[in-house]
């Protein structure tokens, strides 16, 4: 591919549109400098552009690359190819762009978790309200990664509901074992009720039982599932 005899064809189709460089950069919005460029042969046109050039100057793109005019009429079939070439590329660009979305949401999304389990104690609700934030993101990041490789719709929503399913899942055993063998209060209780019958004890409500916080507070303070 000989560049200066490209770039000395595409200075001759501008000027016979009666062209400027500065006219034909508003045209195709690009700058002065890459038109001057393009046409001394020291930069080419990317392959999405070199599309629009020929459909331009009415061309075909092989007329393009060999420098020269052959035929008055554009070949449809090269054309249809180079706007496939062109399409496939945005779309691997785009692709792309969503895999990386998804590894740094992902990512930052576990940092959140981890960051308000280590945080915030268990009987601080923002614990588990920046737990369930961080998990969201999580799950809109496994969303992304899922998406950028292309599998079915079917197999997208199922690792998000098995990605859900597991996050709750992680969050109840770590509740549980907080209660059980380090007798804190858990961190994911739907509910805490206040009994004025008993001043001396909360009562926290989970989905698989129900916890009894005594003497809240006190160096003899007691927490015990009771069902």
Not at 71 to 80: G, H, P
Not at 178 to 186: G, I, N, S
């Amino acid at each position: 591919m000989d560049q200066v005899k490209i770039g000395y064809f595409l200075k001759e189709l501008r000027k016979e549109k009666g062209l400027t460089q500065e006219n034909l950069a508003e045209q195709l919005n690009v700058s002065n400098r890459t038109i001057s460029r393009w046409e001394t042969g020291s930069n080419m046109p990317d392959i999405g552009m070199l599309i629009e050039i020929a459909d331009f100057y009415d061309v075909s793109i092989p007329e393009i690359i060999d420098g020269e005019r052959k035929s008055e009429n554009m070949n449809q079939e090269t054309r249809d190819t180079a706007i496939k070439m062109a399409e496939y590329s945005k779309n691997e660009a785009k692709i792309g762009k969503q895999r990386i979305i998804g590894y740094l949401m992902s990512v930052f999304g576990i940092f959140i978790i981890v960051s308000a389990l280590a945080i915030f104690p268990n009987d601080s609700s923002w614990g588990s309200i920046y737990s369930v934030f961080g998990s969201v993101i999580l799950i809109l990041g496994v969303y992304f990664i899922t998406k950028s490789a292309l599998i079915k719709k079917s197999l997208r929503i199922l690792s998000i509901v098995v990605s859900a399913v597991l996050l709750f899942g992680i969050f109840t055993v770590s509740d549980y074992i907080a209660v059980t063998q380090y007798h804190q209060v858990p961190r994911f209780s739907y509910k805490t009720v206040y009994d004025s019958r008993n001043p001396d004890q909360l009562i926290h409500k989970t989905l698989f039982y129900t916890v009894i916080q005594k003497n809240p507070g006190a160096e003899n303070e007691q927490v015990e599932i009771v069902k």
